[in-house]
């Protein structure tokens, strides 16, 4: 079936500092991502819906100017969190779609100092 | 707007018996139907879904679910349960009418507790 891949599985940096987590779709085109977040013992909370080649459309409640989400490519999508905080550490999940239906990556875990 | 209950935070079965975990969705139209399972420090692994035809849906590892269209339910099931079942079980609702199509909503999460 289909993959999707995150980079980097689990990251931890300083407060006040940028990172970045790539989403890829490996062996199909990704027109559109999802973003996700998820707190400890909670759900998946959508963040924001990302379609190639235009801006993000975010949930309610997401600072847009704190998560920004790159769609570059039919198989990249990234989500840089800016200014990182304590409160931002949390685990990232993207999930892509194909024609037919919903891949989800591994996640990635944030961890801010 | 649509939504989804999982009503049990957590699940304790035996090995070797039944397990339920239960879900109700919320649409206004007609919906797809998903369940994912998730291990520790990982993303979300599909195990089956529900989109016409047949309301009892067969998956992954063993697991079905049975659609009822009158308790707008979507029960996971499995006959008998093994200790690498334990995971964190999430039910999905996507409106096939909904101009949103790619809205997907997920409940709430089961932790489902399999003891040897």
């Known amino acids: 079936g289909a993959v999707v891949s995150q980079h980097p599985s689990r990251v931890i940096c300083k407060s006040g500092t940028s990172v970045k987590i790539e989403c890829r779709s490996l062996?199909?085109?990704?027109?559109?991502m999802f973003w996700y977040r998820q707190f400890p013992k909670q759900s998946l909370m959508l963040m924001a819906t990302?379609?190639?080649?235009?801006?993000?459309?975010?949930e309610q409640g997401v600072e847009k100017d704190k998560f920004l989400i790159n769609h570059a490519s039919l198989t990249l999508s990234t989500l840089t969190v800016t200014s990182a905080h304590p409160e931002d550490s949390s685990f990232y999940i993207c999930?892509?779609?194909?024609?037919?239906?919903?891949?989800f990556g591994p996640g990635t875990r944030l961890t801010v100092l | 707007a649509q939504s989804v209950a999982q009503p049990e935070d957590q699940v304790n079965v035996a090995e070797g018996n039944p397990l339920t975990v239960k879900c109700t969705y919320s649409?206004?139209?007609?919906?797809?139907l998903f369940w994912y399972v998730q291990y520790p420090n990982r993303g979300l692994q599909f195990l089956l879904k529900?989109?016409?035809?047949?309301?009892l849906v067969k998956g992954s590892y063993g697991f079905e679910a049975e659609f009822n269209k009158s308790q707008t339910s979507f029960h996971l099931k499995k006959p008998s349960a093994l200790v690498s079942d334990s995971a964190l079980y999430f039910c999905a609702v996507r409106d096939m009418n909904n101009n949103a199509g790619n809205m997907l909503t997920f409940g709430g999460g089961t932790r489902l507790m399999v003891k040897p």
């Open positions: 990302s379609n190639e080649g235009s801006k993000a459309t975010y």
């Open positions: 062996d199909f085109q990704a027109t559109t």
């Open positions: 649409v206004s139209g007609n919906p797809y």
């Open positions: 529900y989109i016409t035809g047949d309301n």
């Open positions: 999930s892509a779609r194909d024609r037919r239906e919903r891949f």
